[in-house]
C-alpha cells in the first residue's frame, strides 16, 4: 500500500480544509429594484430574473 513520503504541513491542511469550507453566498443587486439578490436566482422582490419578469409577485407585498 502506498504511503505518503512526508507529512503534509500544518498550512497544506488548512488549505485543503478551507476549500470545503462554506461560505455566505455572492449577493449582488438586482437590476430593476436594486434589492440585494443572490447572484443566478430570481428576484424575490419584483420577480426579475436578468431583464425579464419570471415570477408572479403581489404588487402590495
Ligand atoms: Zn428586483
Known amino acids: 500500500m ?3 513520503k512526508r507529512r503534509q504541513s500544518k498550512s497544506r491542511q488548512k488549505l485543503r480544509r478551507g476549500a470545503t469550507q ?3 453566498p455572492k ?3 438586482c437590476s ?3 434589492a440585494a439578490v ?3 436566482i430570481a428576484c424575490p422582490s419584483c ?3 436578468g431583464d425579464r419578469q419570471v415570477l408572479d409577485v403581489d ?3
Open 2 to 4: 502506498a504511503v505518503p
Open 38 to 40: 443572490p447572484s443566478h
Open 32 to 34: 430593476s429594484c436594486g
Open 47 to 49: 420577480g426579475y430574473y
Open 22 to 24: 462554506w461560505k455566505a
Open 59 to 61: 404588487a402590495a407585498g
Open 27 to 29: 449577493l449582488k443587486t
